[in-house]
């Protein structure tokens, strides 16, 4: 088995957050550090960095109504560097700069609880209810028979339309097609979150990840009639529930390995085997809920790492740059006979 060391750096701490509230920006250039953007539930949206072992905050919104989600977006074919964040019933729109192009009321009756952009398409659900809207107009609607716990729509460049896809409580995951359900997907527990296989659906752009409240993950393949289950990892040792999926390359094989947060402040990460089934690679716990994992570069450019967010606020990394690198009394803020102290008990 591949052996990942991975280090922990701690960056910040914001407010109580939702899952699925942190991103990380695309990077300017190859291996360079990314911004990352987070919203919590003082209303407060903020996009930061680092710069020469320091935090560079890059915008910081005032206080509002608590927000539940955080996506990015952009049109067609650029990058997606647009910050799109939902509070109660309205959806708003921040250049990665920190200035609002956008402020959509849409009208639902429910909170929007989960949300999802393609270019000019925006999908919101509430507890019951899905819209989709088209530059801000009314396209689609549905609701549901039991309550969503998160939403999806598989990648649009490789399926060629729009394929919405719900998490539903009752062990449900619903395929719309426009306003009507064209199938159901049975699931072993209830459903609480959703990612795209390899962050694009994978070779067919169909196939979808998926999170249980109860901890366990597997992988369907959303075809356009019918469903194909390829794997499931259970949950043997009673983990907590999983609030968050992504797909990252951490242990540097070429391909994407999955990632996974846990109510109970497990970190896991899964590579894959010659057959494409998981294999456990990594496991970190941080002692609290875990409501968004991502990979990328934030603390040293060149150095990989998972971006983890808990829901009391509190934004670290787990780096694979070696420990030693980070015990500089300049970065610790400690004095240099300390750094050394520390450095002699590892």
């Not at 560079?56 to 647009?82: C, M, N, V």
């Not at 028979?145 to 539903?168: E, Q, R, Y």
């Not at 306003?179 to 296989?197: D, F, H, K, M, R």
Request: with cysteine.
């Amino acid at each position: 088995m591949l052996e990942i060391n991975l280090n922990r750096v701690d960056y910040l701490q914001v407010g109580v957050t939702s899952p699925k509230t942190t991103k990380l920006l695309p990077a300017q250039e190859e291996k360079a550090c990314q911004r990352v953007a987070v919203a919590d539930h003082y209303g407060v949206v903020q996009c930061f960095g680092t710069k020469k072992n320091e935090i560079q905050s890059y915008f910081k919104t005032l206080p509002g109504p608590k927000i539940t989600r955080l996506e990015l977006g952009g049109a067609i074919g650029t990058i997606r560097d647009k910050i799109f964040v939902a509070s109660g019933g309205e959806v708003r729109g921040f250049s990665r700069k920190g200035k609002q192009f956008l402020r959509f009321d849409t009208n639902m009756t429910e909170a929007i609880k989960s949300m999802h952009i393609s270019g000019n398409d925006l999908f919101v659900c509430g507890n019951f209810i899905y819209n989709h809207y088209y530059e801000c107009q009314d396209q689609n609607y549905y609701l549901s028979v039991d309550s969503i716990n998160d939403m999806i729509c598989l990648d649009m460049d490789k399926v060629g339309t729009i394929v919405p896809i719900l998490a539903c409580q009752d062990r449900i995951l619903r395929v719309l097609k426009e306003s009507n359900c064209l199938y159901e997907i049975e699931v072993p527990g209830p459903p609480s979150t959703l990612a795209l296989y390899q962050n694009d659906g994978g070779d067919t752009g169909e196939d979808l990840l998926y999170g249980t409240s109860d901890g366990k993950v597997g992988l369907v393949s959303a075809g356009r009639t019918a469903c194909t289950h390829k794997w499931e990892i259970p949950n043997n040792k009673k983990h907590g529930g999983v609030l968050s999926l992504h797909n990252y390359d951490i242990t540097g094989d070429g391909i994407k390995d999955l990632i996974i947060g846990r109510s109970d402040g497990l970190i896991e990460v899964y590579g894959y085997d010659e057959a494409e089934n998981p294999v456990p690679r990594f496991t970190y716990n941080c002692g609290e809920s875990v409501t968004s994992v991502n990979g990328g570069i934030v603390g040293s450019a060149g150095y990989d790492e998972l971006l983890i967010t808990t829901y009391t606020g509190w934004i670290f990394g787990l780096s694979s740059e070696p420990a030693d690198k980070r015990l500089d009394p300049n970065y610790l803020l400690i004095s240099e006979d300390a750094a050394q102290k520390i450095y002699k008990l590892r």
